[in-house]
């Protein structure tokens, strides 16, 4: 085992790699499927035998979805959302993680644990009365109907508030010595201070928010306020033999995602391990 | 204090208020006034329990999870160890490209892979016919169907989990491997005795998980089938979907939604549970 032949070893790193490559494929195909048949002529993605790609590229389905089908519109409901909900949760679960850690107040670490505790409870539970708490106050096909439901986090809290946790409170008194109060003190220290953790949480909730299916789907019922993932559904009961078509729509939910994620993976991955390795 | 006002507005009384309705026959006319809502105590529940499509429901969740789940994490931890190894050239590149499915919408993937199961022009047929198999009416046949969702779960999810393996991997310190070759160990022998054992929290987190996350399919039955053929797969949460923004019967909904949370509890705390065992 460790004076192996060299031809063994070199068969073997060979292997590894012809594996890894199956693994690269098998997870790129689709993709590579999805962006090749939003550029075929119509009706060519759908010819038997299939083809993997066009036979004369174009782009006319984009622009049909674009003028036709309102694609800008769903696109601009998804960014402004997704945008809305990162923002309104990092200001909001940043400051509910100040306090968590560095104010000191009655029932401070109870209610830290009863917050905790209800990570556990599914969304689907809490859905049925949200949706009617926003049909009363009128917020169903409105952007607040998203934002406000999709700002609080438990798990946003827990994670600034063990990154404030790790700042020194002699900060903070040097700041109060300095006369400086409770807000200026979260606003101009421990904000400037956490930015990677805030990066870190905002492009997560970003990318979740732009992905989410369900609560979308609940919410927005009019047309013009759709989400991209709500519209492409719907798209698929009414033109689900225009197959180039679903597919330049498929291509323009994914892209931008896939861009953003490319040039932030940093941030994204780091996200999903402090997500997974924390205990 | 805004986020505990909202978490306490959209979070602690929808909870408590949804066990409330599950306890109503709150439906369609209640809508517009709650008024008519009237206590059943747990007579949704007992409704449940005499429904054969919850029944189904039930089942086709629980094949979902427990065939989708393993399967899942095997290949994730094949991928992790494969893309693991200090031999392979290029494995950011690897790594990204696993990752992909991860990151991209359910939605545009189930639209995606609903014509790649196509009967006539999909690729899936297409490759199996060169093999000499098939056609397979992939979502149209009442025994292929689950098969068909939890072949793209695998696809959509096996990445996120390979990335946390491989973090997991990573924290097995080197000389452990060496010692292992040292006695003799084989490569099977060496993930075995050493991995496996080393990677056990990291392989039950990622057990619950899963688990949990695999209990809530919705987009992929909801795009793909709509739950057919035949309810082949209807998911509970899809069930809950239908019952409560379809029909409007809110309350039974709400039961429904409880029993989906009963199930996440028991795989939490059976973990718990496993979990205070190993540190006693």
Redesign the interface.
């Known amino acids: 085992?460790?004076h192996w032949p060299r031809w063994r070893k070199r068969l073997?790193?060979a292997a590894?790699?012809l594996?890894?490559?199956l693994?690269?494929l098998?997870?790129?195909?689709?993709?590579v499927?999805?962006l090749s048949?939003s550029t075929m002529p119509a009706g060519e993605?759908?010819?038997?035998?299939?083809r993997?790609f066009p036979s004369s590229p174009t782009l006319a389905h984009y622009s049909t979805l674009l003028d036709r089908l309102s694609l800008a519109r769903y696109f601009l409901n998804s960014l402004v959302l997704a945008i809305g909900v990162s923002l309104a949760s990092l200001l909001?679960?940043s400051?509910?993680g100040y306090?968590f850690s560095k104010l000191a107040f009655p029932g401070r670490r109870p209610?830290f644990t009863v917050?905790l505790s209800?990570m556990?409870?599914?969304g689907?539970?809490?859905?049925?009365?949200?949706?009617?708490?926003l049909?009363h106050l009128h917020l169903l096909n409105s952007y607040l109907g998203i934002i406000?439901?999709g700002?609080?986090s438990?798990f946003a809290?827990y994670l600034v508030k063990q990154y404030f946790d790790a700042l020194p409170d002699s900060l903070l008194e040097a700041a109060r010595l300095d006369g400086a109060g409770d807000w200026a003190i979260y606003w101009r220290i421990m904000l400037p201070l956490s930015r990677p953790i805030l990066a870190t949480l905002g492009l997560f909730t970003f990318?979740g928010t732009?992905?989410d299916?369900?609560w979308p789907l609940?919410v927005m019922t009019r047309e013009d306020m759709y989400t991209?993932?709500?519209a492409?559904?719907t798209l698929?009961g009414e033109h689900a033999q225009d197959?180039e078509l679903?597919?330049a729509?498929?291509v323009l939910?994914?892209l931008p995602?896939?861009i953003v994620?490319?040039l932030l993976?940093r941030h994204?991955?780091r996200g999903?391990?402090i997500g997974?390795?924390r205990? | 204090?805004?986020?505990?006002v909202?978490?306490a507005?959209?979070?602690?009384?929808?909870?408590l208020?949804?066990f409330l309705?599950s306890l109503t026959d709150f439906d369609i006319y209640c809508?517009a006034d709650v008024r008519r809502a009237r206590f059943v105590l747990f007579g949704q529940y007992i409704r449940l329990l005499q429904d054969p499509l919850f029944w189904r429901a039930t089942l086709n969740t629980a094949y979902f999870v427990l065939v989708g789940g393993p399967l899942t994490i095997l290949l994730a931890l094949m991928?992790s160890l494969?893309?693991n190894?200090e031999?392979?050239?290029?494995?950011r590149?690897?790594r990204?490209?696993?990752?992909?499915?991860v990151?991209?919408?359910?939605?545009?993937?189930a639209?995606?892979?609903?014509?790649?199961y196509?009967p006539?022009?999909?690729?899936f047929n297409?490759f199996l016919r060169k093999v000499g198999i098939g056609p397979v009416d992939w979502l149209g046949d009442p025994r292929f169907a689950m098969p068909a969702i939890i072949l793209l779960a695998i696809?959509k999810n096996f990445?996120?989990h390979t990335?946390?393996f491989l973090?997991?991997l990573q924290t097995i310190p080197e000389d452990l491997y060496s010692a292992a070759?040292?006695d003799?160990?084989?490569w099977l022998q060496q993930h075995l005795h050493v991995t496996l054992p080393l990677l056990s929290r990291?392989l039950g987190?990622?057990t619950v998980?899963t688990g949990?996350g695999y209990?809530?399919l919705?987009?992929e039955p909801?795009?793909m089938t709509q739950g057919g053929p035949l309810n082949a797969t209807l998911s509970l949460?899809l069930y809950?979907?239908q019952q409560?923004?379809r029909w409007w019967r809110?309350g039974y909904?709400?039961s429904v939604?409880?029993v989906?949370?009963a199930f996440?509890?028991a795989i939490?705390s059976a973990s718990f549970l496993r979990r205070r065992r190993e540190s006693a």
């Not at chain 2, 204090?1 to 505990?4: C, D, E, G, I, T």
């Not at chain 2, 031999?87 to 494995?91: N, P, T």
């Open positions: 085992m460790i073997a790193v590894l790699h594996l890894a490559f693994l690269a098998w997870a790129c195909v689709p993709f499927w999805m048949a993605a759908s010819q038997f035998p299939p993997l909001v679960n400051m509910a306090a209610l917050l209800t556990i409870i599914p689907q539970v809490t859905m049925l009365p949200v949706f009617l708490l049909k406000l439901p700002m609080a438990v809290v990318v732009w992905n299916f369900l609940i991209l993932p709500v492409l559904a698929m197959v679903m597919m729509g498929c939910t994914v995602i896939v994620f490319l993976q994204y991955l999903i391990l997974g390795l205990e | 204090m805004p986020a505990l909202t978490l507005l959209f979070f602690f009384l929808p909870v208020a949804a309705m809508l991928a494969i893309l190894s031999r392979l050239r290029g494995a590149f690897f990204l490209a696993v990752f992909l499915p990151i991209t919408n359910m939605v545009a993937v639209v995606t892979w609903r014509y790649l196509h006539h022009f999909g690729l297409f696809w990445g996120y990335l946390i973090a997991g070759r040292l003799g160990a084989s990291t987190f990622v998980i949990i209990l809530q919705f987009a909801y795009v949460v809950l979907y409560g923004f809110m909904s709400a939604a409880f989906l949370f996440m509890l939490g």
